[in-house]
């Protein structure tokens, strides 16, 4: 069986050997499989330190003190954490939220949720290509105001959103930041130190570690108290109850420490790759790129391809993994709600295919795929009367 081309690095990245490799030996009987909590015997003991190490080395990848990584399940809790927890503890200093209309569905269905608590919060729409200013964010703040909630790489079109100047804004004003890196975090360098973004979420299988562990970032200093919203033995300060996934937690940890010495090779590889591929792509015709090419990250490359339908020409093409829209809202037929943003219509937001590439990409799998991608496109536009009657 050939293996898929698999340029979706977006949804989710394979877990690197090396984390494999780690994890593995906090699982069996032989392994360091102590309950973390368990700090009496010392197999306890040994999970412990472990998982300390691994806090230590997320907060390194931003430089920020392991006493301010909580660990969660993953991306989807740590948004909801960092947004309900702090929407329902401050909620006597004001019930105003600012997010944007292309953030990810984590953030948007948090803010849904706390829009019938009796929380208002304004969508900012972005520009045409997907940026953000932070102009915009200083007209939507009010004097209610409690948090802000930015990504600061879009998982869809791959713009960067200036989560510094934003930073420094709300700072300014005493209004909570949050800001989803889960598609940044092994992509571009984040600094807590320098950036007074206020909570961070992170998300282990976008960085090469396994699926199912994540981490919110809160600063310490001024602290920020954060409404739990599992509730149980007190672990995680008694922020975020259950028993620490050993194996998991070390996953993510070797995964935080390989990004961040190996980022600057990943980037100039994946640099080169993203020319060729987006210079490939344009050789078909009528093709249009989706977002802002200079504000965003080389991995993403997200394109509309007129006259076809992006499911029709997916299921002609089941070796070469891409995505059409989002993965996360694949059940339902809406056109992308990011997309639908950016003010593009329908059509061609149903024409849209995202490409995502990362560590193990090869020039061959860029090549194979758009050739692929454009004989499927010649066969379906042969077969369009739109296509046909199109001069
Ligand atoms: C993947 C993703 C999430 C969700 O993370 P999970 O770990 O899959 O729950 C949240 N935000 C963004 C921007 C993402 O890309």
């Known amino acids: 069986m050939t293996r898929a081309i698999y340029l979706d690095y977006a949804a989710t990245t394979p877990v690197d050997p090396r984390v494999i490799e780690k994890m593995v030996q906090f699982l069996g009987p032989d392994g360091v499989f102590g309950n973390p909590s368990s700090t009496l015997h010392r197999q306890g003991m040994e999970a412990n330190n472990a998982v300390e190490q691994s806090r230590q080395q997320v907060a390194n990848l931003i430089n920020a003190e392991p006493d301010e990584i909580i660990w969660t399940s993953g991306g989807t809790e740590s948004d909801n954490l960092a947004i309900k927890g702090v929407a329902q503890l401050y909620a006597d200093r004001g019930r105003h939220i600012i997010t944007s209309a292309i953030e990810h569905k984590a953030v948007l269905d948090s803010c849904l949720y706390l829009e019938t608590q009796g929380f208002e919060v304004t969508y900012i729409k972005p520009n045409a290509e997907g940026l953000i200013t932070p ?17 600061h790489v879009n998982n869809e079109i791959g713009t960067i959103t200036d989560i510094k100047s934003i930073a420094e804004v709300t700072k300014d004003r005493g209004v909570f930041f949050h800001a989803d890196a889960a598609q940044s975090a092994a992509r571009l360098p984040l600094d807590t130190k320098t950036i007074p973004v206020d909570f961070i979420s992170m998300s282990a299988h976008k960085m090469y570690g396994p699926k199912g562990i994540g981490a919110l970032y809160a600063r310490r200093n ?3 108290r954060l409404q739990p919203q599992i509730h149980g033995g007190g672990h995680e300060r008694g922020i975020r109850s259950g028993t620490l996934p050993t194996h998991q937690i070390v996953g ?3 995964a935080a420490h390989l990004v961040a010495y190996k980022r600057a090779e990943d980037s100039e590889k994946t640099r080169i790759l993203s020319q ?3 210079h490939r792509l344009m050789t078909i015709e009528r093709v249009s ?4 090419r200079k504000h965003c990250i080389d991995a993403i490359v997200n394109v509309s391809i007129s006259f076809v339908e992006s499911e029709s020409l997916l299921m002609l093409l089941p070796d070469i993994a891409v995505s059409n829209g989002s993965a996360c809202t694949s059940a339902s037929v809406e056109p992308s709600h990011v997309l639908t943003a950016l003010g593009i219509d329908a059509e061609t937001a149903y024409s849209s295919l995202r490409f995502s590439i990362g560590r193990f990409t090869t020039e061959e799998e860029i090549h194979q795929s758009v050739k692929q991608v454009a004989e499927a496109v010649y066969e379906l536009r042969r077969l369009s009367l739109h296509w046909t009657a199109y001069p």
């Not at 102009?135 to 990504?151: C, F, G, N, Y």
């Not at 790129?289 to 802002?292: A, E, L, S, Y």
């Open 135 to 151: 102009k915009q964010v200083e007209t939507a703040l009010r004097p209610d105001t409690i948090l802000v909630s930015l990504m």
């Open 222 to 224: 001024p602290r920020i």
């Open 252 to 254: 993510m940890g070797e």
């Open 276 to 278: 060729d591929l987006l």
């Open 289 to 292: 790129v989706n977002g802002n």
